[in-house]
């Protein structure tokens, strides 16, 4: 589970995010790179070494704003909330459940639909827009939220016009809150395990709520506004490769239909991960999730 930063380390981390990297783009680009170099190492290193790098990168994440504290506090802000009414829902319902769909399962998401109705940036303490100048244009910005074995919130942020490619969320449940922005949205089916070519096209724009399910739309690419976009994602379960979860990425193949003279076949082929497609954590001094408030909900 994730660990909370002591208040000498928070301290420490909102001088230097406020004094040093905030005026100095580049700063923050250094340090974008250097998360993203630990993570890679991390997962292509000996899983008994591994737990260096993760303390090395959460250090490194901390550096950079952190994402949890731990308060004092009696009554939760909105993330902190969240945590706690997703944690409660999955403890009614099973992922697979609610990664399923259908009118039952809606009714169980409807709590969460509440605490997302209307949800904008700056309710949360959301920097619009949270790209920093000098921010690769075709990269996106990443903020985890809260991380745990059955779910999982981060906020995805999208400078003008960059894209998630086709990809996949085999077995799992997505809520997606729009922040601030509009994010342009194409996705497919998948039946008994078989992609689908139904397609669907939509614009969403803050503070707009959507889902994809197992079945559903579970296949999407994502296209950001002309303003950029950012988006909170709700994952339940996370992406696991140990327990088949991983991410797959799709191309859209047409070809001239042998049967129907004059029109088009079409299918998703699997494709290797773009090499251009890059994620890197930001800084930011939104909301935290207060831990102590999460621990004490059970």
């Not at 074995?149 to 981060?154: A, Q, S």
């Not at 016009?161 to 342009?184: E, F, K, N, R, W």
């Not at 773009?274 to 207060?290: C, E, I, N």
């Amino acid at each position: 589970g994730p660990e909370s930063a002591g208040s000498g380390k928070r301290e420490a981390s909102e001088y230097f995010l406020r004094r040093f990297m905030v005026p100095r783009p580049w700063a923050s680009c250094v340090l974008f790179s250097l998360s993203y170099c630990l993570a890679r190492a991390r997962q292509r290193i000996h899983p008994v070494r591994r737990t260096v790098f993760r303390r090395l990168n959460s250090e490194v994440d901390r550096l950079r704003g952190g994402n949890i504290v731990d308060s004092e506090a009696k009554n939760p802000n909105i993330l902190t909330d969240l945590v706690v009414n997703v944690r409660g829902i999955l403890k009614s319902t099973s992922n697979d459940k609610i990664a399923k769909g259908g009118p039952d399962v809606e009714k169980f998401l409807e709590p969460i639909r509440e605490r997302l109705k209307g949800l904008q940036a700056s309710d949360i303490g959301l920097e619009n827009p949270v790209i920093p100048n000098g921010f690769p244009p075709r990269a996106l910005g990443y903020i985890p939220i809260w991380e745990e074995k059955d779910f999982e919130i981060g906020i995805f942020a999208f400078p003008p016009g960059a894209t998630i490619p086709l990809h996949d969320h085999p077995g799992m449940c997505v809520v997606s809150q729009i922040l601030y922005g509009s994010l342009s949205v194409s996705s497919y089916d998948v039946k008994e395990g078989q992609v689908t070519t139904r397609s669907t096209k939509k614009l969403l724009k803050a503070p707009e709520t959507t889902a994809l399910f197992a079945d559903e739309g579970n296949i999407h690419e994502f296209v950001a506004g002309s303003e950029g976009c950012a988006v909170l994602d709700i994952l339940t379960p996370p992406y696991d490769d140990e327990k088949g979860r991983g991410c797959t990425y799709y191309t859209l193949v047409c070809k001239p239909d042998k049967k129907k003279e004059g029109t088009e076949s079409k299918s998703l082929q699997p494709i290797p991960a773009p090499s251009w497609f890059t994620t890197y954590r930001l800084p930011t001094r939104m909301q935290k999730v207060d831990s102590k408030i999460v621990n004490k909900s059970g």
